[in-house]
């Protein structure tokens, strides 16, 4: 027998929420039932946070402005979020996720890791597990959630879009390799537009133009990521199931298909970032003190802005004070800016049972 024998492969299900935020507002209010949906859209800051089936039939998507949501679906009607809400019903989630296994890495309020390779009911087809939690979850919360299986994070993550909504894909260690070769590389998780753009310009644009690049080009073109995308062409990702992880910092960014050159479309294009961001800190009780603005400029220049504050943001309506005053100097800009992120550092746990610090003055 060789030594590969003693290690079991690995059984890990990404979990992700259709349309969650958007379907707990249809969920809550039996009018919105089938009808096209967009969360968030205030006339403040006009950015669509969440979108339902029926409405990305429209084309209608997360992070888009208001009004172009609103002109390819006429009849889409806007719900303010409730955040809190949605954690509220993320917390019975993740209660679900915690009776099969203890291995649960949140990703933010709608989507996780389990590593269910030993798991809590003793059941050894990971689809089976998959399979229950969904109905679990449905059950408890009158929601639908699909679910990716696979022998790795990378996989897993990948296979939980192949039968959305409400269905779930495995991909064996058999057809792994198979899946990822015709990949295009736009699809990889963990390859952003302007990560693909490059990619593009390289000569990669699936799977199997990734394999085929040695690991010296790859850390050559893409520095620390070099290695990681060396593995996941490859159908290997060693990253572990981190429970109760603090990251050392958090991030969104998103590249605009056309140049900003005024605040407010700038203001607005951030807020399904900081939403994001504070989203997953909100989940798993991380308490932020440091808040870096990025900006990409048309000629790909970048510059970041960063405030520190002494005590950790109480609510996502301080990080957003930051993220204004951050970005308001930058105007009017020298050049267009065609990419945006917020990132969040000088991260810590936040203990249990304390209620984060009273807003603080800024």
């Known amino acids: 027998m060789n030594d590969m024998s003693s290690t079991p492969v690995r059984k890990i299900i990404h979990v992700d929420m259709d349309a969650f935020y958007a379907s707990v507002e249809q969920r809550d209010n039996p009018e919105l039932r089938g009808r096209p949906v967009a969360v968030g859209g205030s006339a403040a800051r006009g950015v669509v946070a969440a979108a339902s089936y029926e409405a990305r039939k429209f084309g209608v998507h997360s992070a888009m402005p208001s009004v172009t949501a609103k002109r390819k679906c006429p009849d889409l009607i806007f719900v303010p ?50 399979s229950e939690i969904r109905a679990r979850i449905k059950q408890v919360t009158g929601l639908n959630a699909s679910a990716g299986i696979s022998y790795n994070k990378f996989l897993a993550k990948m296979a939980s879009d192949l039968n959305k909504p409400n269905g779930q894909a495995v991909i064996t260690p058999r057809n792994g390799p198979a899946f990822i070769e015709t990949l295009p590389i736009k699809k990889f998780h963990g390859v952003g537009p302007a990560t693909a753009e490059k990619m593009h310009r390289l000569g990669i644009d699936n799977g199997a133009d990734l394999k085929g690049k040695t690991l010296e080009f790859l850390v050559e073109h893409f520095g620390k990521s070099g290695p990681y995308f060396y593995g996941i062409a490859r159908g290997t990702d060693e990253r572990q199931v981190k429970p109760n992880r603090v990251r050392k910092s958090v991030g969104a960014e998103d590249t605009f298909s056309q140049d900003l050159h005024a605040f407010e479309p700038a203001r607005e294009g951030l807020q399904p970032l900081i939403e994001k961001v504070w989203g997953y800190c909100e989940t798993n009780g991380i308490g932020v003190k440091t808040v870096t603005l990025k900006v990409k400029y048309a000629d790909f220049n970048q510059i970041t802005r960063s405030k ?35 990132s969040l550092s000088s991260l810590e746990r936040r203990a249990a049972g304390t209620e984060p610090q009273l807003r603080l003055a800024l």
């Open 308 to 342: 520190t504050v002494p005590s950790p943001l109480a609510a996502i309506t301080d990080l957003e004070e930051i993220v204004g005053l951050l970005l308001a100097p930058i105007f009017p800009p020298r050049k267009g800016i065609r990419l945006l992120g917020v």
């Open 81 to 130: 979020p409730r955040f809190e809400v949605y954690k509220a019903v993320s917390q019975q989630i993740r209660e679900i996720f915690a009776e099969y296994t203890p291995i649960i890495e949140p990703l933010s309020l709608d989507e996780a890791y389990l590593d269910v390779t030993e798991n809590l009911k003793g059941i050894a087809i990971a689809t089976e597990i998959a």
